[in-house]
């Protein structure tokens, strides 16, 4: 019998918030996909370059690079654009940076020549996890791109080394839960994000005492949650591609 209280969407601490998956949701972008996870939802699409940034210049190397932001009304309350208040906020500027780090991560970037891919993360709506959820869509969006790529006879093979997706984790009332909501991020002692590949490589890991110290074993049992949660989100991507499991 569990002594701890019940988590309040009613979720047992190991079980994942509903997550839908729709492909193809943008038709001028190479590749775009809408995520929800929960009450979460992330519209992204990823958008061919014959460019790349300066410092690849004749390389032959490509480019992965992320751009994070959320609508207006994403929140309860109305936030202001960022463009229009002249800058990017230091949260913002660290997601996409993360977005970007790990998309780059499993791709051969010797795979697609001097190409950048851009992936463009909008959080619809915020409902916790939207860093993590943006990850997990950017792959999507990501494959659906060099798919196209593909298709156009533009690269010979899709440049991915392996599946990534991301998921948080806390440390709530005493005891490790998985995919937080906002109201349990908000109150939990502990706030982690892992990054995991397909073959369960650590990408990144995130992990902070928002309230109370943690140990390494509660660490440890943090991961464990977080490798159950992305081997269900990656069979929901690749079933989102048309792969089966």
């Known amino acids: ?3 701890f209280p019940p988590r309040p969407s009613g979720r047992a601490d190991d079980a994942l918030r509903a997550v839908f998956i729709e492909t193809g949701v943008n038709k001028f972008a ?3 996909c809408f995520l929800r996870i929960g009450d979460t939802q992330i519209l992204c699409t990823a958008t061919v370059e014959d460019k790349v940034p300066p410092f690849l ?4 190397r490509g480019w992965i690079t992320a751009e994070y932001g959320m609508l207006p009304r994403a ?4 936030i202001d654009r960022e463009a229009s208040r002249g800058k990017q906020t230091g949260r913002t500027h660290e997601i ?8 780059r991560s499993i791709t051969d970037l010797n795979g697609f020549g001097e190409r950048q891919v851009k992936v463009d993360c909008d959080v619809v709506q915020a409902d916790g996890g939207t860093r993590t959820a943006s990850i997990t869509a950017g792959y999507i969006a990501l494959h659906l791109a060099f798919q196209k790529m593909l298709e156009r006879k533009v690269i010979k093979t899709i440049p991915l080394k392996d599946q990534i997706a991301a998921i948080s984790c806390g ?4 005891r490790p839960v998985l995919d937080l909501d906002y109201q349990e991020d908000s109150q939990a002692d502990v706030d982690a994000n892992f990054v995991l590949t397909g073959n369960g490589s ?3 890991v995130q992990s902070t005492a928002e309230h109370a110290l943690f140990t390494e074993q509660t660490l440890l049992e943090m991961l464990s949650l977080a490798r ?6 990656m069979d929901q991507q690749r079933k989102s591609l048309g792969f089966k499991s």
């Open 1 to 3: 019998m569990n002594a």
């Open 30 to 32: 190479e590749g775009s």
């Open 57 to 60: 210049r004749n390389t032959g």
């Open 96 to 103: 996409q940076r993360l977005i970007g780090r790990s998309l």
């Open 202 to 204: 650590l990408v990144e």
């Open 228 to 233: 159950l949660g992305i081997s269900i989100l």
């Open 171 to 174: 440390i709530i009332g005493g």
């Open 75 to 78: 929140t309860e309350i109305r």
